[in-house]
């Protein structure tokens, strides 16, 4: 059984503010990731790839379709339930750090481990490894994650997303805004995620990574999967 | 031809004695004075009547004693501990003059013993009655101005604004610092004050052979207590009942130290406060053993044992957590909760919400403020509620506080009779009640949630001691760990609420509403009105307590900043109606109705 399942995923937006318009983002998804896949989504901007990243963790709530978990469908769960499968069963990476205002990277990265079933002390010894792996500079470990840089923020969310992986992990450009020397141990990271069976739903704009990394390439235009193959047939033709 | 008043002349010569009260005045007083004997400790209103002495002179022990004194009695009066002063003296006299009754100064010949001050030395017999000449009835009066809220307090037993007074006593001084009117606990139901005798004389009065009557004339108050009554005196667990005490102070005359003791004169000597007694002590004509047995000498101050002590002596009550029931998992649950102010209830809903664009009922005129609200919230969830001014999302939560009565609905808590029982249906007491231990508020203004004239320890003293806490120390450990969590200074416990800045006393408001650890915290926009840095630190302090404790949290707010922070989850109100529901990132990134979309797009700029 696949990890995660999109079946006919629809989504667009009702902007009451601007006269009513809708517009339109996911056309009928379906899309299957198995355990220790690393599914890298690809296509022009507008094509819907953050769209289904977003509908998969519900910060979309899809118009029609099926998302399931396992066994679980998510698209119905109620929101109690989805809070709680949040972070606990899948995670979500995106480009920017959602962390609550005033706390630092270990304190951050910790309370992620935490929410995944670790005991405190643990914990910190989780995030204080993953951090590391992420070469972000123990110094900065305790300061307020609003003075960091964007490469130091980007380190920290990705930390937190990765630390103790959950069954899931939906990353939105995770590495977009690192230097080269930083991006290689955040791409070693990612790969390495594979190694502990976890699926992978990505979304990267550029080419090397997903090469790298990607076990399969989606290839999305105007709301629809237009292709799928390997990294090696697909990515030539983008 | 004889007259009438002439016939009725003549047979009052023999059947009425002159007297001050009529005997209408006397059966009320007395059907009164039955009444306070029945429910011992309460305080029974009567209609006071005009004496011959002004009031504050013993009015209302007059009024008692001329109402249950008979011609075969024997009255003693006393004042001051003093039977030949003016007051005692005259009042006397006229007992005697207008009732017929012998007087004396024996007390052991007394059959009733009108007092101010003191309880004669002399041990008070089974027969006895003991009328207290009262000057302030109420116990509560220091610690609460309005009458209906003290009559509330006793209708509830509701003392905890007393113990808060020992307690700030206790901080201030280092002991309890108040003498006469002593407050006691009669028979484990009602407070009351026993003015006005000294601590000496508090003890006299547990499980008395005597009938102890007290009679406040200008307040027109009439409590009692019966023999063999329980009357504790309000005191700490492990800070005990002191009674006074003049170290190496004894009677010039009598030269005993085992009585109530005054100053004779300016040359710093003591003399018996009981003139009868010392007289009777000088002529040997008193039982001295007897006497030692009764004086309180045990409870003479022990500065060993005074506030010394850091450990805990009592356990701290311990609330059981209810044992979630199977299927239901939410610690509060709302079901179609409604408010309407004016006339109609249900009907006037019609016409009104977001649709109509209006609150206001167009056939009743009545404004629709809340309607068919509905959530739960589970344990260690966070619950947000936003919504414009006038959205009625404070008004549904003063519904499920208490502060309003719903028009519709049903509010259940899983910690109250595992969620069977509508709060709604309780009396007011009740919901009072739960709002100790079950479920805490955090208001706006602190000044809603917190006695500000009260020390920061002092006002979580009051929310401990009323769910039962009776340890000072295990009271103040307590606070000083809440204090500590909410950051706010230990240096500054002891200080009044009202010297702290506005995010300290919102500290302090929720160091309180947590002290009972309560199942559900119910937070009506905890950071507005605080200044943008300082509100930022209080809700990093709620953010942090509300993620390590397995608390349900409602958070009321206007602001999407708050909500964001706090909640997992979220209602959108507005003119009334949740008119949006779901996760809070989902709201914040993908809104569906308008006015959502109108309030994110608002909160963006």
């Known amino acids: 059984m696949p990890v995660l399942s999109i079946r006919a995923l629809r989504k667009s937006f009702t902007l009451h503010t601007i006269d009513g318009r809708t517009v339109a983002s996911l056309h009928g998804v379906d899309l299957d990731v198995e355990e220790a896949e690393h599914v890298a989504l690809a296509g022009p901007s507008g094509a819907g790839k953050s769209s289904l990243l977003r509908c998969v963790h519900r910060t979309y709530l899809p118009d029609s379709g099926s998302v399931r978990l396992g066994d679980t469908e998510l698209t119905s769960l109620p929101d109690r339930a989805m809070a709680r499968l949040r972070g606990r069963e899948f995670g979500y990476v995106s480009q920017f750090l959602s962390a609550p205002p005033r706390t630092g990277p270990l304190d951050v990265v910790a309370a992620s481990a935490r929410r995944r079933g670790l005991d405190p002390s643990e914990a910190r010894d989780a995030a204080a490894d993953s951090l590391r792996r992420l070469n972000l500079d123990e110094t900065l470990w305790d300061v307020d994650c609003s003075v960091l840089s964007g490469g130091e923020r980007q380190r920290v969310n990705l930390a937190a997303g990765t630390v103790r992986p959950p069954r899931l992990l939906l990353l939105d450009e995770p590495v977009s805004a690192l230097d080269p020397a930083n991006r290689e141990a955040a791409l070693d990271l990612i790969e390495a995620l594979r190694e502990h069976g976890v699926a992978v739903l990505a979304v990267f704009h550029d080419l090397d990574a997903m090469r790298r990394l990607a076990t399969r390439v989606v290839l999305m235009r105007d709301g629809l999967i237009a292709d799928q193959g390997a990294p090696a047939d697909l990515l030539e033709t983008v | ?605």
């Not at chain 2, 179609?336 to 209830?345: D, E, I, N, Y």
């Not at chain 2, 119910?522 to 200044?531: A, N």
């Open chain 2, 1 to 605: 031809m004889t007259s009438t008043l002439d016939a009725l002349a003549a047979t009052a010569e023999d059947t009425l004695t002159l007297g001050i009260l009529d005997e209408g005045a006397k059966r009320e007083i007395r059907r009164a004075t039955l009444t306070a004997v029945c429910v011992p400790g309460y305080q029974v209103p009567f209609g006071s009547r005009e004496m011959p002495v002004a009031r504050g002179w013993g009015s209302g022990g007059l009024q008692i004693t001329l109402a249950v004194i008979g011609a075969d009695d024997t009255v003693k009066v006393i004042d001051q501990g003093d039977d030949a002063g003016v007051n005692a003296t005259n009042l006397r006299r006229m007992i005697a003059s207008t009732t017929g009754c012998a007087d004396t100064a024996d007390t052991r010949e007394a059959t009733i013993v009108q007092t101010r001050h003191r309880v004669p030395e002399e041990h008070l017999a089974d027969g006895q009655v003991l009328v207290l000449q009262v000057p302030v009835p109420e116990p509560l009066r220091g610690v609460q101005k309005s009458v209906v809220e003290c009559a509330r307090m006793h209708a509830e037993g509701d003392y905890s604004a007393m113990w808060v007074s020992l307690y700030e006593d206790l901080v201030r001084n280092g002991m309890i610092t108040r003498t006469t009117g002593y407050p006691v606990l009669v028979d484990g139901r009602y407070v009351l004050a026993t003015t006005p005798i000294p601590r000496w004389d508090v003890p006299r009065l547990h499980d008395s052979e005597h009938l102890s009557l007290f009679g406040a004339g200008r307040e027109k108050r009439i409590y009692a207590i019966p023999p063999h009554t329980d009357v504790r005196p309000l005191t700490f667990d492990d800070v005990p009942f002191e009674v006074e005490y003049t170290p190496g102070a004894a009677c010039v005359l009598c030269g005993h130290d085992d009585v109530f003791l005054v100053a004779a004169g300016t040359s710093g000597a003591y003399a018996c406060s009981d003139t009868e007694w010392c007289a009777r002590v000088r002529e040997a004509d008193a039982d001295l053993t007897a006497h030692r047995d009764r004086a309180p000498l045990h409870l003479l101050p022990d500065p060993a044992t005074r506030l010394t002590g850091t450990t805990t002596t009592t356990p701290r009550p311990q609330r059981a957590r209810p044992a979630p029931t199977p299927g239901q998992d939410w610690a509060l649950r709302v079901d179609g909760l409604g408010k309407v102010f004016g006339a109609g209830g249900a009907d006037a809903v019609p016409g009104t919400g977001p649709e109509s664009g209006s609150a206001i009922s167009p056939t009743t005129g009545a404004i629709v403020a809340a309607w068919d609200v509905s959530f739960d919230v589970a344990p260690g969830e966070a619950l947000g509620v936003i919504g414009e001014s006038g959205s009625g999302k404070s008004t549904a939560l003063a519904c499920v506080i208490g502060d309003e009565q719903a028009t519709a609905g049903t509010v259940r808590l899983a910690a109250l009779d595992e969620g069977r029982t509508d709060l709604l249906t309780l009396p007011p007491e009740a919901r009072r009640r739960l709002r100790i231990d079950s479920m805490a508020v955090v208001h706006q203004n602190p000044a809603a949630g917190l006695d500000l004239r009260v020390s920061a320890g002092g006002n979580i003293a009051e929310r401990l001691t009323a769910a039962g806490w009776r340890s000072y120390h295990g009271i103040r450990e307590r606070a000083a760990e809440l204090l500590d969590r909410v950051e706010v200074p230990l240096s500054r416990m002891d200080d009044p609420v009202r010297t702290f800045s506005g995010g300290m006393r919102q500290r302090v408001q929720i160091a309180k509403a947590l002290a009972t650890e309560p199942p559900v915290l119910l937070l009506d926009e905890p950071t507005t009105g605080l200044d943008a840095s300082v509100a930022a630190g209080v809700l990093d302090l709620l953010r942090g307590l509300l993620s390590e404790r397995d608390i349900a949290a409602v958070v009321v707010s206007h602001d999407f900043a708050v909500i964001e922070a706090l909640t997992d989850r979220t209602l959108v109100m507005q003119l009334g109606r949740v008119v949006e529901r779901g996760l809070t990132d989902q709201l914040f990134h993908d809104p569906h109705h308008p006015y959502t979309q109108r309030l994110v797009a608002a909160a963006r700029r």
